[in-house]
């Protein structure tokens, strides 16, 4: 699901190929149309949030929200089991889960990684997609949570996952 790409490409640190994108992720959503249309027109504002400005404001924005704290990282056995060795192992399984699929992942992100575990889910089978986003709805629907408490356009990502989830996690 090519949507599951877009919303896994905004959730990454804002670049100038992102910004450049931007037409392309417009119209993938439109073509695609497998979120409402609410929701597809907030994901499409932050998508055009990321672009106005200079690249450093996006980036700011991004490092304040999802790098500064816990709150709202978007590593999710974070969330799940903080800094137990119980992460490692469920890492570890994850990371696993990945090969057995066919996937590399880079060295350098971990596999708990949301962007990553939306590329994962993506090739999935319709199913199994769907399994796996419901899955990891209760965390995704407190990241929601605490960003629609910092009036953040990325809350429109959550609220997407929960609509391709089939749950409706939080209202955007």
């Known amino acids: 699901m090519r949507t599951l790409r877009v919303l896994a490409r905004l959730l990454c640190y804002p670049t100038a190929e992102l910004r450049q994108a931007a037409p392309e992720l417009h119209a993938i959503l439109a073509e ?17 949030e990321i672009v106005r400005g200079t690249i450093f404001d996006a980036q700011e924005r991004y490092v304040a929200l999802f790098d500064l704290g816990r709150g709202c990282s978007l590593h999710l ?10 992460r490692g192992q469920a890492m570890v399984a994850l990371a696993d889960r990945y090969r057995a699929a066919g996937l590399a992942i880079s060295a350098n992100e971990l596999p708990d990684y949301l962007p990553l575990v939306l590329e ?26 605490r960003l629609e408490k910092r009036n ?13 989830a089939g749950k409706r996690l939080h209202s955007t």
């Open 32 to 48: 695609e149309g497998v979120l409402p249309a609410k929701l597809r027109a907030a994901v499409g504002a932050l998508i055009d």
């Open 77 to 86: 056995f974070e969330h799940i089991y903080g800094d137990s060795r119980e």
């Open 120 to 145: 994962y889910i993506s090739v999935a089978p319709a199913a199994e997609a769907k399994n796996l986003l419901a899955e990891i709805a209760h965390v995704v629907g407190a990241l929601g949570e």
């Open 152 to 164: 953040s356009s990325y809350a429109a990502l959550m609220a997407a996952l929960g609509a391709l």
